[in-house]
């Protein structure tokens, strides 16, 4: 797996982790099970909680997709460097 796709994936079960969260907050809030905000700003509480209880949530429900795409960050830095490393020691050979 590409680290674009590690990336791409962990991102969407990210924000589909929030968009879940959203849903079933705001079900509880029509339902006066938790209270509501004041005046208009419903919404605006239904996102804040959402935020507030995704965080946590993505944090350990997602924790083998958060590994697997830091590893490939990690692996394509590695391998960057040692690119340049080489480029560097190439460049050395020639100025010398």
């Not at 590893?71 to 480029?87: F, G, Y």
Request: charged content about 20%; proline content about 2%.
């Amino acid at each position: 797996m590409s680290i674009k796709h590690a990336t791409v994936r962990y991102t969407a079960m990210r924000l589909g982790v929030f968009v879940g969260c959203f849903f079933v907050i705001w079900a509880l809030v029509y339902f006066r099970v938790l209270p509501a905000g004041l005046g208009e700003s419903n919404l605006l509480w239904v996102l804040m909680l959402a935020i507030v209880i995704s965080a946590p949530l993505s944090f350990v429900l997602l924790r083998k997709q958060r590994d697997a795409m830091s590893a490939k960050i990690a692996e394509r830095v590695d391998h960057t460097k040692a690119r340049l490393d080489s480029n560097r020691s190439q460049e050395d050979g020639l100025t010398r």
